[in-house]
């Protein structure tokens, strides 16, 4: 299955602290996108990494991508209390199908 | 620029009455996509669209399922006969073309609750 599997299934930290989040898959991939899901904005793209990438930046957001390990790892720095939401990561094969886990939830506490 | 957008953002049926969902893709955008999400899970692709063709629908179940993109623009998702395994979120979702690097823009959902 190109199934993500995210890691932890959910996580409570304090504003100000960094939140990893991890993700593993079991086939190749062309890229590997991250999503974040919470109750007012719905379900948004945050970062794309292709799979000959290793590592990418977007503003507090960091992502690497293990295709030898086919895992991949969300970090975001200096979390908010706006952070609180769902985190899914989505392989992607071809045809951009993507199929997501059952996410990481994670909440921030002011 | 409009996002998806996808109507009613609530509805409450009965089990055994029909039910439609609507969705308008942003403009310009040939690859619409229809996704379940059940409470606690990610979401699950029913059915993918290129322009007006069906080109992906092997996770719809056709026996109650059925959905429609008329003129390649805005689409319908129905249920009849609803049943109550069918409450979820209905997420559209659209992006440019199918390349392995379109971003996919998601709606707001409709949120079903089958009695």
């Known amino acids: 299955s190109q199934q993500g599997e995210e890691d932890p299934q959910a996580l409570s930290i304090q504003e100000g602290e960094n939140a990893t989040m991890n993700c593993s898959y079991k086939?190749?991939?062309?890229?590997l996108q991250w999503y974040r899901q919470n109750s007012g904005r719905g379900l948004v793209h945050l970062i794309l990494?292709?799979?000959?990438?290793r590592e990418k930046h977007s503003g507090r957001l960091r992502v690497t991508l293990d295709t030898s390990k086919k895992s991949s790892s969300l970090l975001i720095t200096a979390s908010r209390a706006a952070d609180t939401a769902s985190y899914f990561c989505a392989p992607v094969g071809g045809y951009n199908k993507l199929i997501f886990g059952a996410g990481t939830r994670l909440a921030v506490h002011p | 620029e409009a996002g998806v957008v996808q109507s009613p953002r609530y509805k409450i049926i009965e089990k055994k009455q029909p039910v439609a969902f609507w969705c308008n893709p942003i403009?310009?955008?040939?690859?619409l996509y229809w996704y379940l999400q059940n409470l606690g899970q990610g979401p699950e692709l029913l059915i993918r669209?290129?322009?007006?063709?069906?080109?992906?629908d092997s996770q719809l179940p056709k026996d109650r399922f059925s959905a429609e993109r008329l003129k390649g623009v805005d689409s319908t998702l129905k249920i009849q006969p609803a049943e109550l395994g069918d409450s979820a979120v209905y997420l559209c979702?659209?992006?440019?073309?199918?390349?392995?690097?379109?971003?996919?823009?998601f709606g707001p959902g409709t949120r079903l609750t089958v009695l």
């Open positions: 669209y290129e322009n007006e063709e069906a080109v992906d």
């Open positions: 990494i292709r799979s000959n990438e």
């Open positions: 979702a659209s992006s440019l073309g199918t390349g392995a690097y379109n971003e996919q823009f």
């Open positions: 086939t190749s991939i062309n890229n």
């Open positions: 403009s310009g955008h040939n690859t």
